[in-house]
Structures are given as structure tokens and as C-alpha cells.
């Protein structure tokens, strides 16, 4: 089984940041690719960001120029540093990681952007 655990989430005004963590576990030995997602209330899953093991990053062109994910090999971690946040922003992000026994998703954090 392989674990992902969100955190990072919170209520902040626009224009503020935000940085969230995803952390992997259980038997799992690499990760090559890390994926963000989100989803607002009424709408479908959207892609956010993602990035492999060469470090190769790509987004959603929603949060281009203002999201920036990165990841920390050794600690099975991949964030996504959110700036200059939007109210159309406000949704559950996810992280998502495909594996050869399958692709996992974790539970999910609440970003809320709102005076």
C-alpha cells in the first residue's frame, strides 16, 4: 500500500500564499512522477502541476506564473508554493501519484481564498 498525506491548507485573502506538502509512504522505493490536482465545489477535478524525477515541471494554465511545484527526493515530498491566490483558486487540493500498482490519491486539503 502507498499512503499520501496533504497539509498546508487554510483560509488566506487574496493575494496571500500558501505552501502545501504531500507527503509519500508505505511500500513504495522512488516516485518518478507527482502530480497536483483541485477541485471546486460543482466542478471537475482540475489539473494544477506536475513533476518528475528529472525535475521537469509542467501546469495548468489557470495557475501558471503563480504556482511553483517542487519536491524533495529524499523526503518523498512534493509542494506546491502558491502566490498572489485568487478566489476562483478556493477548492481541495490533491496529490496524486501514479505507481506501477496503481495511481493514489491522497485525502485532500481545503484552500479557501476569501476576505
Known amino acids: 500500500q502507498v499512503h499520501l498525506l496533504e497539509s498546508g491548507g487554510g483560509l488566506v485573502q487574496p493575494g496571500g500564499s500558501l505552501r502545501l506538502s504531500c507527503v509519500v509512504s508505505?511500500?513504495?522505493?522512488?516516485?518518478?512522477?507527482m502530480r497536483w490536482y483541485r477541485q471546486a465545489p460543482g466542478k471537475e477535478r482540475e489539473f494544477v502541476a506536475f513533476i518528475n524525477s528529472a525535475f521537469y515541471t509542467v501546469y495548468g494554465d489557470t495557475v501558471k506564473g503563480r504556482f511553483t511545484i517542487s519536491r524533495d527526493n529524499a523526503k518523498m515530498t512534493v509542494y506546491l508554493q502558491m502566490n498572489s491566490l485568487k478566489p476562483e483558486d478556493t477548492a481541495v487540493y490533491y496529490c496524486?501519484?501514479?505507481?506501477?500498482?496503481?495511481?493514489?490519491w491522497g485525502q485532500g486539503t481545503q484552500v479557501t481564498v476569501s476576505s
Open positions: 508505505g511500500n513504495i522505493f522512488s516516485v518518478n512522477v
Open positions: 496524486n501519484v501514479p505507481t506501477n500498482q496503481g495511481t493514489y
